[in-house]
């Protein structure tokens, strides 16, 4: 017997001897090694792929007459590409039969793409061409076939042409993004994709009228579930639409006129550099260069736009945020250095300068690099060192994806892998491929550093450390000069402050540190030192930051980024002398120290708009499927933007009531992103459910917040009232391949939903859940129809469930199902109730709460509970709770607001109390409220000495036996 495999490394040699009767157990057959391959050439490629192999020993009935339609030596082209469609499609006659025509097409072109990409046939531009064509002809393919059953369903939708004006039948317009976008995709790559279509309109011809969004959000479903959904045959590409406006959030198809206002009105600058790829790849091609041309000015300003630079900056920032989180040094994408860094370089040019000129209005990435060397934007050194770059990195991305047919831009760890790869690549061994590889990337980072990054900050200035910060950390001073040293330099607990130093400094930990570890702590502490010397209590301090000292030691990188940063150092201490809240969240989550770099955003904390984005931002790049980096992505979000409020707090930026907004806008932006992952991973499985006419849900979901959420009062450690509705038909079933009934879909939606909020990861529990306030609290179903919501609000629940709903308000999920919640509690709140049993049943229940939490009467002189205790937060709410439920019938007016502030204000305008009246509480509670959040921050319950805010409580109890006693 031959062995093709001989002139392959060790390593493969035997990999490839072992398997090749399993791959070929009548021997290697003829269609495959003939006049075009030899046995040589098919042993190395099934050296090189797992996949090659897998499809030869699993699917040789399929490969075979691929083969010998079209030898593997023979180019891939778009025009052969769309034959093959062809001749796949003709047997096509049901959606099912599509889905699995579109899979197998797919199984065919990344056989021989990868076949020839791995082998070296092929070079980088027909590979990346071949990609993108394929993946425009399943698109298109898909969308023609699934729009003509569409409007067999539903007619056909009608309006504005966009190049007559006149009405016409109207189609849909596929953006892809990107790398698609781009025609650069990889072997093994998502896609992203928006859906547009041309007008506003009906359709015409089915059996009833359908709003055109309708029809093309229906059609949008359907392509996204022929291409992503998994099915036997496996699937054809994971399609991401979160680059749409709004993300997934947003309509799944917007019109022309909707698009255009989008960008023109709210368009972020990360949006204008994703459409500078953006390219029509599937549908109405003559409508969607209109649309192009329209979005145009968007993307390419008439001036010279420096301001790219700045917001290229923040990605970047972000980028490598994420490369530190994730540990992704080795990611040859988002690694320093990477594929990324040279595409920014690119796009940098274009954004600036692409108004003025259009000769960088294009998508392919190199030939964009050939045209700044031509207008003399980058020296021609620049340029050819960053098409090297670009091209070994892209290959490499296309060895390490090959192998499994799989997304990944990681280096491997293993020697089997390696071997692969530094053949892929033309290197005798892996360690002469790694070389090549840092050298590219070394370049690259400089490039990307001269023409991008932040200017390097200058290196703190040691020569203003005192020595005695160095000598007292390295031991250079006995005791008792190091005890007086630290008394001299204001520390007011010396004692303390030395032993916890030598502590750490004779800890196992540190004795063990490597030496470079050990260096970067011995530059680091003495700087620490010398910061402490700055604040009123730099002992107390300096104990709360040796927590994140401690936590870092093995991570000394961040040591290197307070020591290049010492604005970050400041603000560290600073922070760490006003709050042992945030040191411990700084040594919880080191990663955090991130935050401290830009003063300026720290103690800016954004609005709920800019929340939303800069979480899709950072969403954009984890896959929905990877839940556990979802979550771990989702805690890093939370904590960052509590940081910012905390310290804006303390700064006294941010008055009370705005830290509860900003905290609250928090937990909203989370809660809707969360609904979003957790809806489209049950949707990949099982399709969407369905409305009672059969359409298909948007999520059809929502989410009710109770409590602190509810009205607007979170602090720093509040948990969330929950409860979930939905408005689906119970009684019908999802429509995907593997259906479940549209009430298991729901329920595992909010199993999903509380598993991805309170489960502890690495880096700790998003929010705790409460969801007993759901209609029969634990014993009630976890997600129920608005229908049997409102029943049991009319028919079942208790008074206390009323006062609970007046702080009740619909907080993430689907607009229609949120107002549909709102029109309910409208109703509730404003039944008629007898107000002297009504007022009873309030302070009875009030009555049971304080005997069970409120401070026993044996310590109330010495302790007063701010919450639960006579004069304290819980009464104002009782109070406000039971006018609500008492005058809202009458002023139904009170029903719009869902706090406590905004409804005592509204009881004041309604007359129901006097004006004076309502505008002390409000004082007196803002007071109590703001006492328990400084409280949290210095980590203090609730409860204070007993003879604190006598003045407040006596007026609380007052109004309490005005409203709710006489």
Request: charged letters at 25%; a negative charge.
């Amino acid at each position: 017997m031959s062995e093709p495999w001989a002139s392959l490394p060790g390593v493969l040699k035997e990999e490839i001897s072992g398997c090749w009767p399993s791959v070929f157990p009548e021997g290697l057959p003829g269609w495959l090694a003939g006049d075009h391959v030899s046995e040589a050439d098919v042993a190395e490629a099934v050296s090189r792929s797992l996949f090659l192999r897998q499809t030869l020993e699993r699917h040789p009935e399929q490969i075979r007459p691929a083969v010998a339609a079209r030898p593997l030596t023979e180019p891939t082209t778009e025009a052969w590409l769309a034959d093959r469609w062809r001749d796949y499609l003709q047997n096509v006659d049901s959606e099912p039969a599509l889905h699995a025509a579109l899979r197998q097409y797919r199984r065919e072109v990344q056989f021989r793409i990868i076949w020839r990409d791995l082998m070296k046939w092929a070079d980088l531009h027909e590979t990346m061409a071949a990609t993108s064509a394929f993946a425009d002809t399943a698109i298109d393919g898909a969308l023609n076939w699934l729009y003509e059953r569409a409007c067999e369903d539903f007619g056909t939708p009608m309006g504005d042409d966009p190049v007559t004006g006149q009405e016409a039948p109207q189609k849909m317009v596929v953006l892809g993004m990107g790398k698609l976008g781009g025609r650069e995709l990889n072997v093994s790559s998502d896609i992203d994709l928006i859906f547009v279509f041309p007008s506003k309109g009906e359709t015409q011809g089915g059996r009833r009228a359908l709003d055109n969004q309708q029809f093309f959000i229906r059609l949008g479903q359907r392509l996204i579930q022929a291409l992503d959904q998994i099915t036997a045959d496996g699937f054809v590409f994971r399609v991401d639409m979160r680059l749409r406006p709004y993300g997934q959030s947003g309509a799944l198809a917007l019109s022309f006129a909707a698009l255009e206002t989008y960008y023109q009105d709210q368009g972020r600058d990360w949006e204008r550099y994703a459409m500078v790829k953006a390219r029509v790849v599937a549908g109405d091609q003559r409508a969607g260069e209109v649309l192009m041309a329209s979005l145009k000015p968007f993307v390419y300003r008439k001036y010279i736009d420096f301001s790219a630079f700045e917001s290229l900056r923040s990605m970047k920032e972000m980028i490598s945020r994420e490369v530190r989180r994730k540990g992704l040094e080795n990611n040859i994408k988002l690694g320093s250095g990477g594929i990324r860094e040279i595409e920014f370089v690119v796009q940098a040019f274009q954004l600036i300068r692409g108004g003025r000129d259009r000769e960088l209005q294009q998508r392919e990435l190199l030939q964009i690099l050939k045209e700044l060397q031509e207008l003399e934007l980058l020296p021609s050194r620049v340029v050819s060192e960053l098409r090297d770059a670009y091209v070994f990195l892209r290959n490499l991305e296309h060895a390490l994806q090959g192998m499994e047919d799989k997304q990944t831009q990681i280096l491997p760890e293993d020697a089997l892998s390696c071997a692969r790869v530094a053949r892929i690549m033309g290197f005798d061994s892996w360690e002469d491929c790694l070389s090549a590889l840092n050298e590219h990337r070394s370049r690259v980072a400089r490039h990307f550093a001269d023409i991008i990054a932040t200017e390097d900050q200058d290196d703190a200035d040691e020569g203003g450390v005192d020595d005695g910060c160095y000598e007292l950390w390295l031991a250079e001073m006995d005791e008792a000069t190091a005890l007086g040293w630290l008394e001299q330099s204001g520390f007011e607990d010396p004692d303390g402050s030395y032993k916890r130093l030598t502590s750490l400094r004779d800890s196992r930990t540190v004795q063990t540190l490597q030496t470079q570890g050990r260096k970067r702590l011995n530059q680091f502490v003495p700087l620490l030192i010398s910061a402490l010397m700055d604040v009123e209590n730099p002992s107390q301090t300096l104990g709360r930051v040796l927590q994140l000292v401690e936590a870092i030691l093995r991570r000394t990188a961040y040591m290197v980024l307070l020591m290049e940063n010492p604005g970050a150092m400041t603000q560290l201490v600073r922070l760490c002398s006003e709050s042992p809240w945030i040191a411990r969240l700084l040594a919880d989550t080191p990663l955090l120290l991130d935050e401290l770099l830009n003063a300026e955003s720290l103690y800016s904390p954004p609005a709920k708009e800019e929340l939303q984005d800069d979480l899709r931002q950072q969403m954009l790049r984890i896959p929905y499927e990877d839940l556990e980096e979802q979550m771990e992505a989702l805690r890093y979000f939370k904590k960052a933007h509590v940081l910012r409020v905390a310290a804006s707090e303390l700064k006294g930026t941010l008055p009370l009531m705005k830290v509860s907004d900003y905290l609250t806008w928090i937990a909203e932006v989370v809660l809707d992103h969360v609904v979003d992952v957790a809806f489209s991973n049950l949707v990949s499985r099982h399709g969407y459910p369905r409305r009672a006419d059969g359409s298909a849900c948007d999520t059809d979901f929502a989410i009710i917040g109770y409590g602190k959420l509810g009205g607007i009062e979170l602090g720093y450690t509040s948990d969330l009232d929950l409860v979930f509705v939905h408005q689906a038909d119970p009684q019908l079933a999802t429509d995907g391949e593997k259906p479940i009934d549209n009430a298991v879909f729901y329920t595992r939606l909010g199993q999903r939903i509380v598993h991805i909020l309170s489960t502890q990861t690495p880096s700790g529990q998003l929010y705790e859940v409460d969801m007993r306030l759901r209609p029969s609290g634990n014993s009630g179903l976890l997600v129920s129809t608005l229908q049997a919501f409102e029943k049991y609000q009319q028919e079942d629940a208790w008074t206390w469930e009323h006062q609970a709903l007046a702080r009740a308000r619909g907080v993430a999920g689907c607009d229609d199902t949120l107002k549909a919640f709102e029109d309910i509690r409208h109703q509730i709140l404003c039944r008629q109730r007898d107000k002297a049993s009504l007022r009873q049943e309030v302070v009875d229940m009030r009555e049971k709460m304080r005997s069970n939490l409120g401070t026993p009467a044996a310590r109330q002189n010495d302790v007063f509970h701010i919450k639960h205790d006579n004069g304290g937060i819980v009464d104002v709410e009782f109070m406000v709770q039971y006018l609500m439920l008492a005058w809202c019938p009458e002023h139904p007016e009170l029903t719009q607001w869902s706090d406590n502030i905004r409804q005592l204000e509204e009881l004041g305008r309604a007359g129901v109390l006097p004006v004076e009246d309502t505008e002390r509480l409000r004082e007196v509670f803002i007071t109590l409220r703001s006492t328990i959040h400084r409280r949290a921050l210095q980590n203090l319950n609730s409860q204070v000495e007993g003879g604190a805010f006598t003045e407040e409580r006596d007026y609380i109890q007052s109004m309490w036996k005005k409203v709710m006693v006489e």
